[in-house]
């Protein structure tokens, strides 16, 4: 089993900047990805950000390339989200996500993002 606690959300002025964590613990092996998705009122999950553990290879949703960088630090087993130029439209909740060879898929409690003014 794994689990996944995020923190670092909040509310913030458009333009502004917030840094999403999620630390991952438990049996923490085979892993192949961990990623960003969030969800917004009367919306589907989307993904946001993902990197793979084997790398450095990263892909991100069109909506936040070049204001949404992600990393991962894996000797303390935590992937980070740095949100810059934040809009209202990334309003959501954010879900830190991990992926397990060969099937096991896993999901933090998420992280209330606001951007308003």
């Known amino acids: 089993q794994v689990e996944l606690v995020e923190s670092g959300g909040g509310l913030v002025q458009p333009g502004g900047s917030l840094r999403l964590s999620c630390a991952a613990s438990?049996?923490?092996?085979?892993?192949?990805?961990m990623g960003w998705y969030r969800q917004a009122p009367g919306k589907q999950r989307e993904l946001v950000a993902i990197?793979?553990?084997?790398?450095?290879?990263?892909n991100y949703a069109d909506s936040v390339k070049g204001r949404f960088t992600i990393s991962r630090d894996n000797a303390k087993n935590t992937v980070y989200l740095q949100m810059n130029s934040l809009k209202p439209e990334d309003t959501a909740v954010y879900y830190c996500?991990?992926?397990?060879?060969?099937?096991?898929?896993?999901w933090g409690q998420g992280t209330q993002v606001t951007v308003s003014a």
């Open positions: 438990g049996t923490l092996l085979n892993i192949v990805s």
């Open positions: 996500n991990l992926e397990q060879w060969p099937a096991n898929r896993y």
């Open positions: 990197i793979r553990y084997s790398g450095i290879n990263t």
